[in-house]
């Protein structure tokens, strides 16, 4: 596609429930990576992909996120028993990969935003 | 670890007037990118220039300049002839050279508002 593509834009849920945010990154980018930015944190980044290798998952704030990707393609973001601090919205971001400036620079999707009520 | 820090949480600015939104990081390290971001209303998280560490000359694109000084560890954003399109939150970044499983750090953000 054009660029990052996100779903949903929005997510209400209940606290307890799970949910499943989905990022499809722009055509040919193998470097995909998964951002949270919440009032109180700011920008954190949570996990980045590259290619079909196994994440650094050292950036999840708990073990009750998890991330995966499959094909090296369509990355999915999934939130087990959501507590209401994991209010925030989830932005996604995609580049060509690594070696240079042009090939490390991430674009980003129009974000997912989760209230956990 | 790399910090970002943005000092003006909020800023004002005539529309057609110039702006300058500052930003500082520390790191130990000598090569590295620096970004700024814009990000509107919309929430996109929209990409408005880049600077490589290992380049002394300051990067331009078209409205926008930075100033880059890398002994002092300080990288402004210049928004020449402001235009009511430019509101929005401006986030600073940085990523490590070659990153690899490091993601960018982002400064607080400082929040642009053009005056009509």
């Known amino acids: 596609g054009a660029g990052v593509s996100q779903s949903p834009s929005n997510k209400v849920t209940e606290k307890g429930k799970d949910v499943e945010l989905r990022c499809d990154p722009i055509s040919g980018h193998t470097a995909l990576y998964w951002y949270r930015q919440s009032l109180g944190q700011g920008l954190e980044f949570l996990i980045y992909f590259q290619g079909n290798s196994a994440p650094d998952k050292s950036g999840l704030p708990s073990d009750r996120f998890s991330a995966e990707r499959t094909g090296g393609s369509v990355s999915t973001l999934t939130i087990q028993r959501t507590q209401q601090e994991d209010s925030a919205v989830y932005l996604c971001?995609?580049?060509?990969?690594?070696?240079?400036?042009?090939?490390?620079?991430?674009?980003f999707g129009p974000g997912t935003r989760l209230l956990v009520l | 670890a790399q910090t970002v820090t943005q000092s003006q949480p909020e800023m004002s600015v005539q529309e057609a007037e110039t702006v300058t939104l500052s930003c500082t990081y520390d790191?130990?390290?000598?090569?590295?990118?620096l970004f700024w971001y814009k990000q509107p209303p919309s929430r996109q998280m929209i990409l408005v220039i880049r600077?490589?560490?290992?380049?002394?000359q300051n990067a331009t694109e078209n409205r926008f300049s930075v100033n880059f000084q890398k002994a002092a560890k300080s990288f402004s954003l210049k928004i020449s002839d402001s235009q009511l399109g430019d509101a929005a939150m401006y986030f600073c970044a940085y990523r490590t050279l070659g990153g690899g499983a490091d993601g960018l750090t982002f400064g607080k953000g400082t929040h642009l508002i053009i005056q009509p």
């Open positions: 971001a995609s580049s060509l990969g690594t070696g240079g400036p042009v090939r490390e620079t991430q674009y």
């Open positions: 790191t130990s390290e000598s090569d590295y990118y």
């Open positions: 600077q490589e560490a290992y380049k002394q």
